[in-house]
């Protein structure tokens, strides 16, 4: 049973992997344009300081991060199984609503990526003098597995629920352990992509054939479809354990409201619905703790609910 759940799941990822690709070209050229003028602008200063730095060339991260935003906000789409996702309006409105929150995720992702890059460097060296170095070498390995395993969930996350940034790092935090399964089958995606481009790039019989194909690679490939390997794997776990954590809080909440009123039973909350407002269009009769879709954002639709009733009352007054 398990194995035909476990081949139905990898049918449906390839069939959304073909019927999207083109798409997911399109985003990725969008996504192409920044990363060339970013990585030009660090890779012109690195070379006229004389400083031969990767400090200097990471730092290209920081601005970069706020377009992986959009490439995110696409493939969140795709593996929500929406049929036509509309690439530049989806990549755009990515960008713009989580411009800065993703501003702060690429400093610390930058962080991240010169300790992973420098720590796997000293050990290396450090291990050819003594073999004691090499244990040095597995712990860092781990923290940085649990680095990106995090980072495979800050993106999604944010774009698609409306979260403190305390809580997309706690949570993020705490599905790198609990979502392990999930988390070990995006890495071992992630490394079948690192296979096909290594092997697409050792074919290169010269500079320029390994130039046009790197090119190729970062511009039309490799980001988005990194992006949707990793959401296809993370994404559905994610959603269904922010949802219904959300909802047993509520409940809880609920209760003790209840208790200190003196109110010793639960009853459902009881619609209040309001006709003829059409300022945010949701439906009042349904679950008020249902996530919804709304403004780019997945939002409880109690919330929306207080908020189109609290602009019915402006109005009236």
């Not at 450090?126 to 040095?136: D, I, Q």
């Not at 495979?152 to 599905?175: E, G, H, R, W």
Request: proline share 3%; aromatic share 16%; net charge positive.
């Amino acid at each position: 049973m398990d194995s035909e759940k476990n081949m139905s799941s990898l049918t449906s990822f390839f069939s959304s992997l073909f019927h999207n690709f083109p798409r997911l070209l399109l985003a990725n050229l969008f996504f192409a344009v920044p990363f060339a003028v970013f990585f030009a602008i660090f890779w012109l200063i690195n070379t006229l300081t004389g400083a031969d730095s990767m400090f200097i060339l990471f730092l290209t991260i920081i601005p970069l991060f706020p377009f992986y935003a959009g490439i995110t906000q696409v493939t969140s789409h795709m593996v929500r199984g929406e049929k036509s996702v509309n690439v530049p309006e989806n990549f755009l409105k990515g960008v713009k609503d989580n411009f800065l929150r993703f501003l702060i995720y690429g400093v610390l992702f930058y962080i991240a990526v010169v300790f992973s890059y420098y720590s796997v460097i000293l050990y290396i060296g450090l291990g050819s003098v003594s073999g004691s170095y090499y244990v040095l070498l597995a712990v860092s390995v781990i923290i940085i597995l649990f680095i990106a395993f995090a980072f495979f969930y800050i993106p999604p996350m944010t774009v698609t629920f409306d979260l403190s940034f305390k809580n997309v790092l706690k949570n993020s935090a705490l599905m790198t352990f609990g979502e392990l399964k999930h988390n070990l089958i995006a890495l071992f995606g992630i490394f079948i992509i690192a296979l096909v481009c290594t092997t697409v790039l050792m074919c290169c019989v010269n500079a320029v054939a390994l130039i046009i194909a790197t090119v190729i690679l970062a511009a039309f490939i490799v980001p988005s479809v990194t992006s949707f390997v990793i959401n296809s794997a993370v994404y559905k776990g994610m959603y269904t354990i922010i949802t219904n954590k959300n909802k047993k809080i509520d409940n809880i909440d609920k209760k003790i409201e209840n208790r200190r009123n003196g109110i010793f039973y639960d009853e459902k909350d009881k619609p209040d619905i309001t006709e003829g407002f059409e300022d945010i269009d949701v439906d009042e009769t349904k679950d008020g703790n249902e996530y919804i879709f709304y403004n780019g954002k997945m939002v409880k639709r109690s919330v929306l609910i207080k908020q189109k009733n609290s602009l019915k009352q402006k109005e009236d007054k």
